[in-house]
């Protein structure tokens, strides 16, 4: 059974710089990761959040080569082993304990995304509300006809015949009702053509379009130049940052309001820890089981919300670093504030997008982050041993005899 290593998005960056240009260290974990992925032994899953930050190029062509280079990395290490996004994790991780499982840990087939499907999102819902669009705005286009002839033209348009599909193809031409939105834009517009007018069925655009998602590098070097496309998978794939950082804003801020009157000369010891418990009284697991399930817990009293978080291994760790940022934030600001620097430390919504990476630490072997959330997820004493520096890949034979 191969173990499972979570890269960092930093370890995809640094490792795919021009080989001639490594350093000896990331020369040797990168020949210890590329041999490790071709015996088998270990499997390095690629996440929708891996490839948002890597999509996020700016204008620069420096940065969108690196972007690219950084594709054909995770194409080459991950081989097609994408992860569902970190909110399906976590709904179905609550849909299993709600349905009365002590352990909610979901299996490798519940882990990752299916065949059909691009990081767990299902195309197949992309195409009836988008054929449904196309239809409609062809009769936007016929409407200054007089009703006679707009219902002739549409008697013409029977896709069961080929001189209906020919003429509804040229109606689509004409009125420009052909989707170019995300993801059709990622596809010519004869191929959306063809399959809108039933030259195609639903099944062969499935899979094309599945084809084209599921390719990181062609993916990458097809939208850096399409700045709509880039937002929007960086959207699609990077949510929740901003309602995670607005919910902890809110609930914060009474504290932060308190805090904001101390006296700096005083002894801060007490305060920090008044502060500290507080905010382990602000009930996060509810806020945050809440926000990711499918209805609402408002009837589950706080004992039952405790036991379905401690049921669930990626709401568990998240709740746990929700947690721990919070408790950091309310500690920098006390440092801050005992220096003379009046103000509130800012919340960045960026860091909740970053905090999405934690839904998989429960579910690798070792699991690689940035060092300030390393140090928050060192508190959760269930991760114990997976979270690891980037020395330890240097090493995955010594992990693989473990």
Known sequence: MPIIVYLDSSDFSDLSHDETSLSDANQAILKELRLRMLDGSVEFPLSGVHLSEAVHASDNPDHKQAAVRRATLMQELCAGNHLRLPPEIMRLEIAKAM???????????????????????????????????????????????????????????????????????????????????????????????????????????????????????????????????????YSLLRDRGENNCTTMQRALQPLLNVLSELDPAEDFSVASRAFRNATKQLRFGRIIVSEFADYSVDHLDDKSIDRLVAACPAISTFVNLYTAYALSLIDSTLQRWRSGKNSIKEILPSDFGDMMHSAYAPYSDIFRCDAHFASLLSHNRALKGRVAGRSRLRALSNSLAA
């Open 99 to 233: 349905d009365g499982a002590q352990d909610a840990r979901l299996s490798k087939a519940e882990l990752f995304s299916g065949n059909s499907e691009w990081f767990g999102l299902s195309l197949a819902k992309t195409f009836k509300p988008s054929r449904e669009g196309a239809m409609a705005r062809i009769d936007q286009h016929l409407t200054h006809l007089p009703r006679r002839e707009r219902r002739k033209i549409k008697s013409e348009l029977k896709p069961s015949t080929s001189r209906g599909r020919a003429r509804l193809r040229e109606l689509l031409r004409s009125s420009h009702a052909t989707p170019q939105e995300f993801p059709f834009s990622l596809l010519t517009n004869e191929f959306v053509l063809d399959w809108l007018v039933g030259d195609r069925s639903d099944n062969e655009f499935r899979d094309k379009l599945t084809q084209v998602l599921n390719n990181p590098k062609g993916l990458i070097e097809s939208v850096l130049d399409l700045t709509n496309e880039r937002q929007t998978i």
